[in-house]
């Protein structure tokens, strides 16, 4: 029996995907004959020069809301949405034109890989290609075993809506080992899949849901992610090849408005620093490498242990370079940034998001402070560590003065930044700030307000986050929160700092 593991488009072209070589490698230490497929980067290679657009970040809302029903069931919803305008026209008949092509394409290599089992790995903006990819397997060889998961998949979100497509057979939530490895008894044993922890299913209309997935306890007995079957020279950053890594997985934090904690059952875990060292040993050896961005949502979730690890990598002396996201702590010490520096990591990610204790508190940081930032900003500088950050504005209750004391701070530290990737919020379902919208007098305007019949099971999808809502006393609003933004930039324009500088770069690539 075989299983195929597919990235569909839309998804990120930077580095080798890591889900992908994550479930590979768990197959391949469980003996499971299997195939991967990441259509994502070889349609962009293919397709990059007529339709680059599709992966330009800033487009990115192609692939979601407005659109999604409409692309997914043009008949059925022909009469609902609005009209269109001409230049909106044009971008609907180019993605439909582009799918009728792709699909099948797809498609057809996946039924000719004679998998019994497909694995689609579900992000935000790439969960209609992986519908209409199902959906043409299924109409050609109703037996094979459709599977969801991924981001997209998150416990709470999507599964019902999936599910109810008739397209797929069980959604993974979280954590995808050992849900795979039991699709895959239970499809060899028994020819169906039946309910284990982490597994949603849909049987005579009526939905199971088998609970939260059980979390793997001890991450060392996870095999090294495989990325041989991957086109590593395809990918944005191959030259010099970047791989992506992770240490651990989870966060031990719970800021009000992030979803991404929930994937992992909102529990951190780390592996072992013998663990981490031999990892950046193997690919090394086996890629030629030396380059590696960490993945984790963050790298000093314990702290301790991320100074074991720094300091096992010096004692390894590997000669390599690394980066990924960070928080801002007091319970990091100079000495301990010294230990990572000399390791070879040489950058830091900050979620700032604002310096205002009023915000800050808001978002469930308030072990932020003003102090904390600059003084932290100026110790990571001093050792040699490069440093961005992350902003939003807009949270509901943030005042102008909030606004004007962040956008203040940035400015007196600009010396200390090397860029700034600011947004408005947006609110994910399924966070902290989504379940007290009422609490907090939000209103969230649907993009789709009437379902046809037959398809009110439509209603069940849910948006990854919204941009477009409002508070009822009035004073927060996407006009007002896009005033800010653009003053922000303009501001930090005139100071000659840069704002989302990797994004550009990547964009100005596509467009060139």
């Given amino acids: 029996m075989k299983v195929s593991l597919v990235q569909t488009p839309v998804w990120a072209i930077d580095k080798p995907h890591l889900t992908l070589a994550t479930l590979s490698a768990w197959l391949t230490q469980n003996k499971i004959n299997h195939e991967v497929f990441d259509f994502n980067i070889d349609l962009f290679d293919k397709y990059k020069n007529e339709c680059v657009e599709f992966w330009q970040t800033s487009n990115h809302y192609l692939w979601q809301q407005r659109y999604f029903f409409y692309l997914l069931y043009p008949k059925a919803f022909s009469e609902i949405y609005p009209s269109y305008g001409v230049e909106e026209k044009e971008v609907i008949d180019k993605i439909n034109n582009w799918l009728e092509e792709v699909i099948p394409e797809m498609g057809e290599q996946l039924l000719s890989s004679n998998s019994q089992i497909i694995g689609f790995t579900v992000g935000m903006t790439s969960s209609l290609t992986s519908l209409l ?35 797929v057979d069980a959604v993974a939530e979280g954590e995808g080992e050992k849900s795979l490895l039991r699709i895959y008894e239970d499809v060899k044993q028994f020819g169906e899949i039946r309910l284990h922890p982490g597994i949603k299913l849909l049987k005579d209309c009526n939905l199971f849901d088998g609970g939260p997935i059980d979390l793997i306890e001890d991450l060392n007995v996870l095999p090294f992610p495989q990325f041989n079957s991957l086109p590593l020279k395809k990918y944005f950053f191959s030259s010099p090849l970047t791989l992506p890594i992770t240490i651990s997985r989870g966060c031990p934090y719970n800021c009000s408005f992030c979803i991404d904690r929930k994937a992992w059952n909102c529990k951190y875990r780390h592996f072992s620093p013998k663990y981490v060292v031999e990892k950046f040993k193997h690919y090394m050896k086996a890629y ?36 990924g996201q960070f928080r801002i702590s007091d319970l990091v010490s100079k000495e301990m940034l010294q230990k990572l520096r000399k390791s070879g990591c040489y950058h830091f990610s900050y979620g700032v998001e604002s310096v205002s204790d009023n915000v800050l508190a808001g978002m469930n940081k308030s072990t932020y402070s003003k102090e904390l930032v600059s003084n932290f900003f100026k110790m990571a500088n001093s050792v040699g560590i490069t440093q961005d950050l992350m902003l939003i504005f807009g949270y509901p209750g943030e005042t102008w003065e909030d606004f004007e004391e962040t956008l203040n701070f940035i400015l007196a530290h600009k ?6 990737h600011a947004g408005t919020l947006f609110i994910s379902e399924g966070t902290w700030l989504f379940e007290n919208r009422e609490k907090l007098g939000i209103q969230i305007e649907p993009d789709v307000k009437s379902f046809p019949k037959g398809y009110e099971f439509c209603k069940l999808y849910k948006w990854h986050y919204s941009h477009e809502w409002s508070t009822k006393d009035g004073k927060s609003n996407y006009p007002e929160r896009k005033k800010k933004l653009d003053f922000f930039l303009k501001k930090i324009k005139e100071s000659g700092m840069v704002n989302s500088k990797s994004g550009k770069v990547v ?6």
């Avoid at 100074?307 to 002396?317: D, F, M, P, R, Y």
């Avoid at 010396?415 to 700034?420: D, K, L």
């Avoid at 964009?507 to 060139?512: I, M």
Wanted: proline share 2%.
């Fill in 507 to 512: 964009d100005e690539v596509l467009s060139h």
């Fill in 133 to 167: 990819v199902a959906k043409y397997i299924k109409q050609k060889k109703p037996n094979i075993k459709i599977i969801f998961g991924g981001s997209n998949c998150i416990r709470g979100l999507n599964a019902e809506f999936f599910l109810r497509t008739g397209y």
């Fill in 288 to 323: 030629s490498l030396s380059n590696f961005h960490a993945n984790d949502l963050i790298l000093n979730g314990n702290p301790k242990f991320l100074e074991e690890v720094s300091e096992a990598l010096i004692k390894a002396n590997l000669n390599m370079k690394w980066l």
């Fill in 415 to 420: 010396n200390h930044i090397g860029e700034v």
